[in-house]
């Protein structure tokens, strides 16, 4: 009895065995548009490796070959991978270059071997796009106490996948309503772009950023501080106005004023008046 369970404990551990070795290895990887990924074949010891075999499949599920050898001798490449792969002998890698959205699937290394010998490894690949900057426009914010009610507006674009706004508030808290999220993809590139409003009731001032898929915008102040004008300086300033205005008037007055002679002055110039006129005579 007891030989009987062990008999079924070793074949059971055997086929365990067996298929542990048939199961490719998993691996990972995170890409982002525009750039490159590399993927190297995983073995389970020293081989003879005579080639290798990168493949994926289509929409359809049929089986496409990407890039390899064979016997050190180069095989004929599909057109949309001629430049956009390299593969390196020694590390049995290969590089994927100019990442698409389209790239996002798994992938297959398998080397080949005069035993036939297969360590398969399989990729599983996720590719995203940066979003832009977020763009801040403000609209209906001013200075005065009515016009603290105003629309700040955040949008960015060329991202994937989809993400919400989130908005930051330094300086205190603020009164909020925000609008519904606008994310519209394009047809050709896949990427989303982003946009939404959210409405302010603040009565003092904000720096507020918004950020997008992690990439945040720059700052700006909104609900300015209302400038109170003080009653004190006012009278200062038109007393002073009012003080130069009167010193001007009196200047002009001053210049323009008529000249007066003393009586005695006008006594002797009526004799003399009167001495010449009658020596003349």
């Known amino acids: 009895m007891l030989r009987g369970y062990l008999f079924l404990l070793v074949g059971i ?12 290895v998993e691996v990972y990887l995170q890409g982002i548009v525009g750039r490159s990924v590399h993927m190297r074949c995983v073995l389970d010891g020293p081989h003879s490796i005579d080639g290798v075999y ?7 599920g049929s089986v496409v070959f990407i890039n390899g050898y064979y016997s050190n001798k180069p095989i004929d490449l599909r057109d949309e991978y001629v430049n956009r792969t390299i593969i390196n002998k ?22 080949l071997s005069i035993k036939d010998e297969k360590n398969k490894t399989k990729f599983h690949l996720t590719v995203t796009a940066n979003y832009s900057i977020p763009n801040i426009t403000v609209h209906g914010c001013g200075i005065d106490p ?18 919400n706004v989130t908005w930051n508030v330094a300086g205190g808290n603020m009164r909020r309503e925000e609008g519904e999220l606008v994310l519209t993809q394009d047809k050709h590139l896949k990427v989303w772009n982003v946009t939404q409003y959210v409405a302010l009731n603040c009565s003092r001032m904000l720096n507020i950023t918004c950020s997008v898929g992690g990439v945040v915008s720059q700052a700006v102040s909104v609900c300015l501080p209302v400038h109170v004008i003080d009653i004190t300086t006012v009278a200062c300033a038109v007393l002073l106005l009012v003080s130069f205005v009167i010193v001007i008037i009196v200047v002009i007055k001053w210049r323009t004023r008529p000249v007066r002679i003393p009586s005695e002055n006008r006594a002797t110039d009526a004799e003399l008046a009167s001495l010449n006129s009658g020596q003349a005579g």
């Open 90 to 111: 020694s590390q049995l890698s290969m590089e994927l270059l100019n990442l698409t959205l389209d790239d996002m699937r798994e992938y297959e290394c398998i080397p």
């Open 54 to 60: 990168f493949q994926t499949k289509d929409s359809n």
């Open 13 to 24: 551990s055997a086929l365990l065995l067996v298929s542990a070795e048939k199961s490719p």
């Open 146 to 163: 009515g016009a603290h009610n105003c629309v700040i507006t955040c949008s960015s674009s060329g991202g994937f996948p989809k993400s």
